[in-house]
């Protein structure tokens, strides 16, 4: 949520934000790694209901980002 919630802030912002959240402290890479395996996850999912196609598309995309 803390990504959807501030898109346009950077890894470094975000990692302050996260800390003024949780009062727990997160590395940019931290946050990079979390991102990368929600990212994963969510195609996987998407894999399960989608056409082959699509989700190969899919990924693609989100991995141009």
Sequence with gaps: LLRLENPDMTLNELADKYLETTGHTI???????R??????????????????????????????Q
């Design 27 to 33: 590395s940019k890479s931290g946050l990079h790694h």
């Design 35 to 64: 991102f990368k395996k929600i990212k994963e996850a969510t195609i996987e999912e998407l894999g399960e209901i989608l056409p082959q196609q699509v989700a190969e598309d899919l990924y693609r995309v989100l991995h141009e």
